[in-house]
Every structure is written in structure tokens, then in C-alpha cells.
């Protein structure tokens, strides 16, 4: 059975095989160590197997979605989407009334994920992510919470 709980930084090792496998733009070990002490970082796990992992921060009621990947290969199967509703569900607990995030202009499965759950794009903000040896535009998505409500 799988099941949604939080990560601290006794799962560095797991998270940075997770990523390392199938994030093709990992945060590496320091940002992990850092949002791993200092955000809100929640799991989906299967048993002691760590499926998916994502990670939030709250600044009054804005909960800003810092990262979310899923195994390689487990997706297309709803862990994302079961992830991220449970993250934020979990996240206005703590006064989150509204989710910010930025995604690749190109990461067009994410931002499939994002408006399947009811985010609305906002604009964009040009070369935000290094690319090779150029940069990528971002992607500024929103929705307030609960999602769908
Ligand atoms: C983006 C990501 C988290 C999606 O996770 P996932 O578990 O595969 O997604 P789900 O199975 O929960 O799918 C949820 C929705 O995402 C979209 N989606 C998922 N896979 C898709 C695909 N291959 N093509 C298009 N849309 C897709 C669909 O809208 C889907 O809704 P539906 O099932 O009703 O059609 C995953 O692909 C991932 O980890 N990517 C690498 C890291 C990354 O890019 N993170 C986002 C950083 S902003």
C-alpha cells in the first residue's frame, strides 16, 4: 500500500538515488541537505521503497512548490498527482492558501500535471534555468487551495 509522509534528513541518501535516476535536472546533495532541514519535503512510499518525493516552503499563506519528481518508473500511474494533492493538503495545515510554482517552458508533462489539478498559468519568466550552454524560459503557474474547491 502506498502512503504519503514526511522526509527529514535521514532520507538524503534515498532522495539523491531517487533524482539522480530519474530528474534530469537535479538540485544535488547541498540544496537537498538544505530543503531536506529547513522546507516542508514529503515522500510517496511503497512499503520501504521511496517512490516519489517533493518539497514546499510557506511565506505567510503562499506555499511555494520547490520541487516534485517521481521514479522513472512509476510514473504515468497517479503518484504525482496523488503526491502533490496530499502535499498541499498537508501544506494548509499550515496556513497555505494559494500554491506558486515555476516550471520549464518544455517540461510540458509537468505542466500537464499542474493544469490537470487546476493550476492556471500566470506568465513567464525568460531565461530562468540555465540549458546547456543557453538558458530556458519558466513557466509561472498558480492556484489557490484547497485544489478544485
Ligand atoms: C512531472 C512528474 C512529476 C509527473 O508525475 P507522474 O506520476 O508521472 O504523473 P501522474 O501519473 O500522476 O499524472 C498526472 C497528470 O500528469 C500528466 N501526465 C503524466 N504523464 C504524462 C505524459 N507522459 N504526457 C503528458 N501528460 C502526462 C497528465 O495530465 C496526468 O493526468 P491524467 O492521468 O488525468 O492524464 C514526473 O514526470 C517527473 O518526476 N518528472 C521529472 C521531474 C520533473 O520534471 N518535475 C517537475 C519539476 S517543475
Redesign the pocket.
Known sequence: MKRVAMLGIKHLEQCLILETR??PHPWGRDNWLRSLRDDHCLGLWEGTELLAISCYCLVLDEVSLL????DAD????????RLLTEGLEWMQQFGGARCL?E?RLS????R??YS?LGFAEDGIRKNYYPLGDGFEHAVLMSADLPLGG
Open positions: 530519474s530528474d520541487n516534485i519528481v517521481v512509476s510514473r504515468g500511474q497517479g503518484v504525482g498527482r510554482l516550471v517540461n510540458t508533462v509537468a500537464s500535471l490537470a
